[in-house]
């Protein structure tokens, strides 16, 4: 088995000390970052994407295999810097104003990085003047929100004005989420894309982003 196949099946395990390990040894053969980030890392992680859609792993198993990916980045970024690999695309990314919750926006936060792209995670209780701000000055394609509350879900159409306030609302694609938001609501906020998981999040986010090239 190839060295960028162990990686892969280890992440999938959550085994996290052994991604680090044979990320180390990929790197001292002499593989590329990106091979490695690309081929090892992001493949155990596309797995683990799908599985979790299909509701074969869950949350914990999810959390552990993140960890293990985390780890094995951690070794690449100062090689991939130089190697001067893009990103895929840059989200800003938060639980909107009045929403503690986090774990669903962690999940999907992962599940982004796992697809390449760059995250810019404001954490809980985010103002939608505060999406639209941090969109406009690190030039993200996408806003993502995330609300686990009926009274705090109407706060997502507030971000979607704010974007047009801004000027920015053609520049920018605006995604939501979270267990009481349905397409339905996303139509009427005018929001852009609504997904009803941490994963179809990650495949539709990349797709926007590829979009908006």
């Known amino acids: 088995m190839s060295i960028l196949n162990e990686i892969s099946e280890n992440l999938q395990r959550g085994k996290a000390k052994v991604v680090k390990e044979l990320v180390q040894q990929a790197i001292d053969q002499g593989l590329p970052a990106?091979?490695?980030?690309?081929?090892?890392?992001?493949?155990?992680?596309?797995?683990?994407?799908?599985?979790?859609?299909?509701?074969?792993?869950?949350?914990?198993?999810?959390?552990?295999?993140?960890r293990a990916m985390n780890m094995g980045v951690a070794l690449l970024k100062p090689?991939?810097?130089?190697?001067?690999?893009?990103?895929?695309?840059?989200?800003?990314l938060g639980t909107v104003k009045g929403d503690l919750h986090d774990i669903g926006k962690n999940l999907v936060k992962m599940m982004m990085e796992g697809k390449g792209?760059?995250?810019?995670?404001?954490?809980?209780?985010?103002?939608?003047?505060?999406?639209?701000?941090?969109?406009?000055?690190q030039g993200c394609q996408i806003i993502a929100c995330s609300s686990l509350l009926t009274t705090?879900?109407?706060?997502?159409?507030?971000?979607?004005?704010?974007?047009e306030a801004a000027g920015i609302r053609d520049?920018?694609?605006?995604?939501?989420?979270?267990?009481?938001?349905?397409?339905?609501?996303?139509?009427?906020?005018?929001?852009?894309?609504?997904?009803?998981?941490?994963?179809?999040?990650a495949d539709a986010a990349l797709e926007l982003c590829q979009q908006v090239g």
């Open 34 to 66: 990106k091979q490695i980030l690309e081929e090892g890392l992001l493949s155990g992680m596309d797995v683990v994407g799908e599985k979790f859609k299909n509701n074969e792993v869950f949350v914990p198993e999810v959390l552990v295999a993140a």
């Open 117 to 137: 792209l760059e995250v810019i995670d404001l954490g809980t209780d985010v103002a939608p003047e505060k999406y639209v701000e941090v969109a406009k000055e």
């Open 152 to 163: 705090t879900m109407g706060m997502m159409e507030n971000v979607v004005k704010e974007a």
């Open 171 to 201: 520049q920018v694609k605006i995604m939501v989420g979270g267990a009481p938001v349905t397409q339905e609501f996303c139509d009427k906020i005018g929001a852009d894309v609504y997904t009803t998981d941490a994963a179809s999040a």
């Open 79 to 92: 090689l991939l810097g130089s190697a001067g690999v893009e990103s895929h695309g840059k989200v800003v």
